[in-house]
């Protein structure tokens, strides 16, 4: 079994800036959508196909559920 401990995973700085605005908070990908429309110069669309592949990534390491 992998420790999570072990595990490293790359982040670009979008993906780290949603990585650490949601730490020990509840969210959904809508949550996600709205803070990189807030933080990066980016439609709600464009946004919304990053989230589904970020979120698929995060799901694939085991850091989310």
Excluded: P
Aim: glycine share 4%; aromatic share 8%.
């Amino acid at each position: 079994t992998r420790r999570s401990s072990d595990l490293i995973i790359s982040m670009n700085e979008s993906s780290a800036y949603l990585w650490n605005s949601i730490q020990g908070k509840e969210f959904d990908k809508n949550n996600l959508v709205e803070l990189l429309t807030q933080e990066y110069d980016v439609d709600a669309d464009t946004a919304a196909k990053d989230v589904e592949a970020l979120v698929a990534q995060w799901m694939k390491a085991g850091i989310i559920e």
